[in-house]
């Protein structure tokens, strides 16, 4: 799986877009999908820089392709109202951050479509909202059948 | 009614920057608009849009544009993709 319970934090105290992807790569890196935090951490900035990764609704999907990951993975955070430089100019709540290898191919452009689908919907996002524990979040991800392994 | 269909040729596949871009151009017009590929339709107007339709490098997107500035919007369309073949 490329989430699993242990990438899920729905209380993490980072109140900027720094501290939360740092937050959310150093859960990857303990689960043995980062090599290099570092590198990965300055990948998935670059991007930041260039234009923001919040997609409207309060979501943000920051991601990374680097040699730094050594095996693909998605992680969910929920946070405090973060600034996130979003284009409709909202604050950002829910965070889902994607690594994946450099010789990866598509597979992050899959991961993201994959998820940006689910996220169209209301149910959807009302659902990750109200998910009171990471199991309880993990269980809605699997029974929302993402489409990804 | 202006339809047309395009190739992804940026490398990356139509996330990043040129989704970005492409939220840009189709928004503050009036016209409707509709990205389709592999039967899945959305509106470009949203980032979480293009998002979806996880459009890959030399991926096919038809594109239909309706409205009173859809000739103006449509060329707007048809450029963005064009530069995008370098």
């Known amino acids: ?149 | 009614m202006k339809t047309g269909e395009f190739i992804i040729a940026f490398e990356e596949g139509l996330h990043a920057r040129p989704a970005a871009e492409l939220v840009r151009v189709c928004n503050n017009v009036k016209s409707d608009i509709i990205m389709a590929k592999d039967g899945m339709t959305i509106d470009p107007k949203s980032i979480l849009g293009i998002m979806a339709l996880g459009a890959a490098k030399g991926d096919k997107v038809s594109v239909e544009v309706s409205g009173e500035d859809e000739d103006e919007v449509f060329s707007k369309i048809s450029s963005f993709f064009s530069e995008s073949q370098g």
Request: proline share 2%.
């Open chain 1, 1 to 149: 799986m490329i989430i699993e319970e242990t990438l899920i934090d729905l209380e993490t105290d980072g109140t900027t877009k720094e501290e939360v992807i740092r937050h959310l790569a150093e859960l990857a890196q303990s689960q043995g999908r980062i090599q290099d935090i570092e590198d990965y951490i300055k990948a998935v900035l670059h991007r930041e820089t260039e234009y923001s990764t919040a997609m409207g609704f309060g979501i943000a999907i920051p991601h990374g392709k680097t040699a730094a990951v050594t095996e693909p993975f998605l992680c969910f955070a929920k946070v405090r109202s973060i600034d996130w430089k979003a284009l409709d100019g909202g604050l950002v709540d829910l965070v889902f951050m994607i690594g994946v290898p450099e010789n990866a191919g598509n597979e992050h452009l899959k991961i993201l479509a994959s998820i940006s689908r689910k996220l169209m919907k209301e149910e959807f996002r009302s659902g990750l909202r109200e998910a009171g524990s990471s199991s309880e979040l993990m269980q809605f991800l699997l029974n929302s059948d993402l489409g990804i392994g």
